[in-house]
């Protein structure tokens, strides 16, 4: 089994050329501790197998950039297009989505001898100004399923009762950061939201526009293991009274008594992560946790979930670096709990994912990316450990439906003052 | 069976006693038109049978009024309140959602009698300033369940293929208005939304606060039954790049093709109504579609859905009343389509239904009543034909999950201008 | 609450006009009891609302008898065959079975009146001699539907939490016979099973034939409810290896530890019947158990279940008269467990339900009442405290799914000597 | 892709270590032609993965023999019982039978290592008299498990839409025999059943005991493609009279047209095989088709399926060599249709699979083999163009359920005569 090299942090590039061809590495990279079975596993119908990211990313390059502006380019393989296409109904037929897992072909080896076509092909395009938004884009998604890869893998080998590693060892972690009590104070009053259009920023970050906030404060540190524990013991989980009523029933219906990768065995307390079982850190921030869990946590705990305005003005005026504690290939996957804004988990916050005044989605397949998941999710605020450095932002909007919780997602408190 | 009486609309009171008596004296009449079986009917999880309203409405007030406040009450049956509690958690255990189809026992004439039991042991409190706030929400309460009744009834009757009416003749529909293409405009800025607190309003309504507007404007008509069958010509129900994510993969499962309700054979369109089968008015507003739907239509249109706070504004602005064409036990319970903010058919928005900034739930199982369903429905407003006179306002919310329909729900187009 | 008269047993008709009228008469009489409500419920998909089994034992001699047999006969309404047809293809379109509970129309009364007109339309034919054989078969279809009419609306009032009674008294049940060790013996060879054309029977109860047996006993008494408990509180539910590989997996799935409709709460022994929720007698016969059930007692109790062929060659030998304890409308619907093999319940076999060599269904839609069932079902023999008297004989071959326990099923055990 | 070597076929041992050590190797033989992603896919409940069976095959050598019987013997890893244990309850927890698919890990080189170490280990008691009929057990269900691999494997491929192939070419077909009209007639009369005694046969082929049958013929040949396209193309998918209730219920919800397999488009008559897809031979006996289907087409045929007793009476009668065309290694893996009554496909009969008369399962876990799945299952004869050569006899019993399809099954009619 690969180590992880934790030596040094890797170097983010700022040519977008030199970002496409490390953000492509990277991704090869993250198949490599896989076997060709390991690869080929889809565990729920919320995530895909390792192989389909490594040709979803792929296609993505080779349908919107080559087939459609480069002339006389030939497809690699005709078959693949229905094969790995996602969403994009613009773009024809599609495997259905609980069918990626049968596909124990293509071989892990075609795909990478696909990729490899596709980056020299790529290459002339890379410094040619016309088609810098749309390797932008590029990056942007194949970044996105880089942290879609290391969670789905995450759930697949869960499911196998010997609890096997993707990496062989795990990093130590010091988590000297202890003072619970402070917050971030805001007044409240007329506040600018969304991306100001310098650098690359997904459509749903924009058009800016102004919002009017209350006055709040917003903890500076993340719910920990330790606090969640708290919530169990006093009986969160049993307790109608905290819960929303789609949580309720959730709850109820699926029996939920913990966050999940949790496990607890004759006093030992374990979570699963990509070093396979490992004791679990009191001091490090929660994770793999719903909405709805999130929501009646704050709620026990006489407090509440910030609105994603909240959270991005506080994420501005820090003007904290969103790279630290964030993937870059040699990090170790697992929350330290920093105090940061970015890079330990994902945050919920309380506000639904919806269109920013004046937002009008892309023309064409493009366009599918974003705009047509509004409905029915809540927005997530920051960047986890398994995001890939450089992809966060103050404005970037994640989104997942409530009760998803196989992503590093977690939880910072909020108060009206 | 019943006739409707039309000759004139009732009055409503403006005494609480006066309203507390009418409005219980309007639900009782509602299941004259039902024979025992017709009451006992539930025919999907969503709707309740009618002589279920019937005694969960009187549960509320013999619960928080007159066992919670009156020395000595007895409750009318041990046994019932297990029957007859809804989602009130903190009110103890309860029949399964599912399992109200099967309540053949009680019969309506019994629980005819307990109504009147509690209507003599509340007649003491009505004008006592202690319980006037407990009475409103127990009116308020009511009056929705009411719209209720109404609705699910009309699901029910709809199950039967030999098409029973509720009532046995259907009014006359002249809808003169016609002029489609004016709009309210409204040149954004800041504004205030919710509840003043003048008179009763629900906790959602509420804290008020501002909010900031871009300029736009709002359809003064409603979306009519020909320009539906537009849509559907034009193959709305088919094109995926119209629809919302979620919303494409409820009409493949479920294979919708046009709004609930409503039938074609042989060139004859026709809709089921309380009427039984009736001839389908192009110049009616479009009733019984999902969140998705109006979506969807927005989008075919070139327009897009309101959000909550830009109809606000526009209904105080116009200072209509909210009570024409709104249901009274007299009425048609068909949309007329006059123009107006209320009374035809509850609005869609593209508001997620979320707590105002400082919101916070009342204490006990009455604070259960709202904030506990603030995740996964959107925002309604307006007011529709079956809702009872006097019963909304400017500031109200409802709101349902974006795949219901078997409610009045239609749409009103707006544009950013 | 109408009283159950149990003076004297009815008398049964011999001549076939008579045992015509009186079915009527009795499927008539068993409504009596049931509310409109009451008679349209339906509690899952294997039972029927009691207003359809009246109204489709009368679609029986409509469609079959005058609409085919009598010229210029108009159907008394044209909508309602689809309503009340329930399984024939031949015979058209048919609501979907699960619809059936939404029938509040047509009411009660007028299902009645269609009984009266059909009766009276019927009345020139019952001396017909053409006609017996189609006769026969509606009366014997129309006492099958009798015993459902039972067992379904007992299943319906079941999930009612009040436990309402369909009868209001219950009769005083004494039973004498104790001795649980005495077998009938039989020392095997070749015998000739299946009906022997003397009298009505149905089409799978023949054609006659021999069958080879080996040596065998059969118990002259059903396993009672205290044995039952034996086997409960010897873990009889929670050993895998006692069970069926299908039954440990219902088992497991619906989480079953004892026969449908017992319940013990605070030491009361207490089972569900037509009377509401009376004591459980230890003495009185097991019933609403299941094949897998029935199967994994005799397992544990060192025996096994009769064939089919066994219980029948007992069953002509002793001569018993098959009425005993069996349904005549004055009866107490509670077996009794006079070691009768007719009359209590019905009793598993082993026998997988399959056509006797050489059978052949009959022509056209009558030929559908039993052949095409004949894969997946296990053949139950005897008849229970609910089938009319009448019904039953030696050759009677009962057939349900092997999950399936509303009925009154229960068990005698076999053993090889 | 390794290629299938047909120059001849292998010849089977008679000495019980050779059989041994030849059914072992055939495993091991059968999956070198996966990848390891191959190896992995579970395609649906009724399925396992190759690697699961490679495995589980060797876990029941080493609980059976190795761990029960040889003093000392240390468990090759503690772990994979759990693993690999299939439905012995008594053998403790397994795995649920739909997360194998989720066993990336072990690697079949581990397993292969696994059965090395156990193959070792076992030489000592190949020829010890005490182990023999264990070891002959542990033969056949290795046999079994080797039919079971090749039709699994077979759905999982089916899955892709790149239908892949699991052997790179496939055999000429050339099938001779068109005399379909010839048939095997039997004049009835008392007969014996079941395994006589000499060799080995599972314990639910007796006891040996006396069956009475009527006179009757079975048809020599199977029903071919070509024949199946003629009740296709008569509309026989579609006429509800030809099929059981049960059957019907499945053809219209899982929308049936055709045996499993088959894919026809524009004018091309294909069916998916160990080599892909191939053109479908009108000749050639059609497989993969349900208990329904069979039993549908039967009586469109004016036909029946036979009993199993009538089966095994024309097998010993022709007394041909159970062998012919039967899967050694390498075969091709499709029908011929050489008129045998052994190896191209299993044959549907109407016999339900019971117990025979004074039938007792052995004690233990090995008693869980047969006897629990005695219910729900319809009984087979034969053997397939899967099964290993020397696994079959006159009277083996093999057995699914009535929608099962995966299995090379077919039908071969009869008739009373």
């Known amino acids: 089994m690969p180590q992880v090299n934790t ?9 977008l050329a030199d970002r496409f061809r490390e953000t492509r590495a990277l991704t090869a990279a993250l198949v490599e501790p896989l076997s060709e079975a390991d690869a080929t596993l889809q565990s729920m119908e919320d995530a895909s197998p390792a192989k389909w990211h490594l040709g979803h990313t792929n296609w993505f390059f080779e349908t919107f950039l080559l087939r ?10 005709d078959r693949w297009p229905f094969l790995f296409n ?7 037929k599609r495997i259905g989505r609980f069918s990626r897992g049968m596909l124990s072909r293509p071989a892990v080896a075609e795909i990478r001898e696909w990729r490899s076509a596709v980056d020299d092909a790529m ?21 996105q399923h880089q942290e879609l890869l290391l969670t789905d893998i995450k759930h697949a080998l869960f499911q196998n009762p010997l609890g096997p590693a993707m990496f062989d060892r795990c990093g130590v972690f010091a988590c000297g950061y202890q003072d619970n009590e402070l917050s971030y104070v805001h007044q409240g009053g007329s506040v ?26 917003l903890a500076r540190r993340l719910i920990n293991n330790a606090q969640w524990q708290e919530f169990i013991d006093d009986g969160g989980y049993r307790n109608p009274a905290l819960w929303l009523s789609d949580g309720w029933a959730w709850v109820q219906q699926n029996a939920i008594t913990a966050p999940l990768y949790w496990h607890d065995d004759e006093g030992q307390h374990e979570q699963f992560s990509h070093y396979g079982w490992v004791k679990r850190e009191p001091s490090q921030p929660v994770t793999h946790i719903s909405y709805y869990e999130a929501d009646a946590f704050a709620t026990w705990a006489g407090a509440r979930l910030p609105t994603e305005f909240e959270w991005e003005v506080i994420a501005r005026e820090q003007n904290t670096s969103p790279t630290s504690n964030q993937f870059d290939g040699t990090d170790h996957l697992l929350p330290e709990g920093h105090a940061n804004l970015f890079g330990d988990c994902w945050q919920f916050t309380r506000s639904a994912y919806l269109p920013y005044p004046r937002y009008k989605p892309a023309e064409g397949a493009i366009g599918e990316y974003n705009g047509k998941f509004m409905s029915g999710q809540v927005v997530l605020r920051g960047a986890s450990c398994a995001t890939p450095r450089g992809h966060s ?3 970037y909007r994640n989104f997942f439906h409530p009760h998803q919780r196989w992503q590093f997602t977690g939880l910072r408190l909020a108060k009206d003052i």
Do not use: C, M
């Not at 459609?68 to 030939?74: F, K, L, P, Q, S």
């Open 393 to 395: 932002r103050p404005s």
């Open 192 to 217: 600018l939201i969304g991306h100001d259009g310098a650098g690359f920023a997904y459509d749903n970050e924009g058009p800016q526009h102004q919002v009017v906030l209350t006055p709040f404060e």
């Open 7 to 15: 030596a040094r942090k890797r170097q983010i590039g700022t040519r």
């Open 123 to 143: 290459e002339p395009l890379l410094d040619d100004p016309r088609f810098t938004d749309l390797i932008e884009l590029g990056i942007a998604h194949e970044q």
């Open 68 to 77: 459609d502006h480069v002339a006389g380019y030939r497809l690699h393989n």
């Open 86 to 92: 996602s969403y994009y109904e613009a773009e024809g």
